[in-house]
């Protein structure tokens, strides 16, 4: 009885394989799917050089996407613990943000502000209104339309990282500007 369900199972197995592989398409030949017929035709193509490999392997970025912003700008900047001024790594980005967004005027944008998870609930979206008031007015200063730019604080609600120790509250310590 056991040797007959083994047996059993075998078979099965063996017969899942041979059908698996059987479905297979050889990777040199594919059906011509431009309405001429069933005729096969053959993949096969030179090597591209690899310069044109690259460019069809990397995915196109839509320009003025939030994809485009991360890519090619950064989207976030980092403050001192306790602290809503923009530290001078921080002044650099926004100045990229704010020449990103001059190519693209119709945009509109939101600065989240964020906090590590230390002090109250309360005091947090305070301090993350005034991270992302801060990064706003030098946007503003830069020359972005304020009317192009909201802000909105999640305090410690929503954390890059969950660990209580400096390496953690230092990533959420943050504003994200992120494409409406």
């Not at 083994?6 to 698996?20: G, N, W, Y």
């Not at 005034?130 to 954390?159: F, Q």
Request: charged residues 25%.
């Amino acid at each position: 009885m056991v040797f007959e369900k083994v047996a059993l199972k075998a078979a099965c197995l063996a017969a899942t394989i041979l059908l698996v592989a059987a479905c297979e398409t050889p990777v040199e030949e594919k059906a011509d799917t431009s309405g001429s017929g069933g005729a096969k035709q053959s993949t096969m193509q030179k090597a591209a050089p690899k310069a044109e490999m690259k460019s069809e392997m990397t995915p196109k970025v839509m320009p003025g996407s939030q994809e485009d912003l991360v890519v090619n700008v950064g989207s976030q900047i980092h403050f001192d613990y306790d602290k809503s001024n923009l530290r001078t790594d921080a002044r650099k980005v926004v100045e990229r943000w704010a020449d990103w967004l001059q190519q693209y005027p119709a945009l509109t944008v939101t600065i989240e502000g964020h906090c590590d998870e230390r002090g109250t609930r309360e005091y947090n979206l305070g301090l993350g209104e005034r991270r992302a008031d801060s990064a706003r007015k030098y946007l503003i200063a830069l020359g972005v339309n304020a009317d192009r730019i909201g802000t909105i604080s999640y305090g410690k609600e929503r954390p890059l990282c969950v660990s209580s120790n400096d390496a953690c509250y230092s990533q959420n310590r943050r504003d994200n500007l992120l494409v409406n």
